[in-house]
């Protein structure tokens, strides 16, 4: 299911949709495909809630951890990054302009493989690529 539609039926549960909420699910909207950290997320919630305090972003945040509506990205250095829960996919992290690509298919098969062969249950995946994206290996 789509971020968006996850989010809107928070609203027929028993979540409350404060002023503040709805700012933080916004932005997330608008830049989740970046793998924003709640920083940005901050900066954009505040185009639609310009009150809207850091505290309420991190809680806001939690929420939709504990509920997985999204996935946490820890990288070695920096803030811990956020993505819409969805397939398992492993990530690029550039070095030199910090973005995170998804890399889709390979680690979906290695993962149904791993299951196969060993009668694992895989619940989730963390894996990470270093070096340079295509645009910064250009550049060198
Ligand atoms: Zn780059
Ligand atoms: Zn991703």
């Given at each position: ?76 250095k920096g803030s811990t990054r ?17 973005r995170i690509i998804d890399v ?37």
């Amino acid at each position: 299911m789509p971020l968006v539609n996850r989010l809107k039926k928070l609203k027929d549960d028993k979540y409350q949709l404060t002023p503040q909420r709805q700012a933080v699910f916004q932005a997330l909207n608008d830049i989740i495909l970046e793998h924003p950290t709640a920083e940005d997320i901050y900066a954009r919630a505040k185009k639609y809630y310009s009150q809207i305090g850091l505290a309420t972003v991190y809680r806001t945040l939690e929420l939709l951890l504990e509920l997985q509506i999204l996935n946490p990205i820890l990288v070695p250095k920096g803030s811990t990054r956020y993505e819409a829960a969805h397939s398992r996919h492993a990530h690029f992290v550039c070095l030199g302009c910090g973005r995170i690509i998804d890399v889709d298919k390979h680690l979906n098969q290695y993962a149904n493989a791993v299951e196969q062969e060993a009668g694992f249950a895989v619940t989730s995946t963390s894996v990470q690529l270093f070096g340079y994206c295509a645009d910064c290996n250009h550049q060198q």
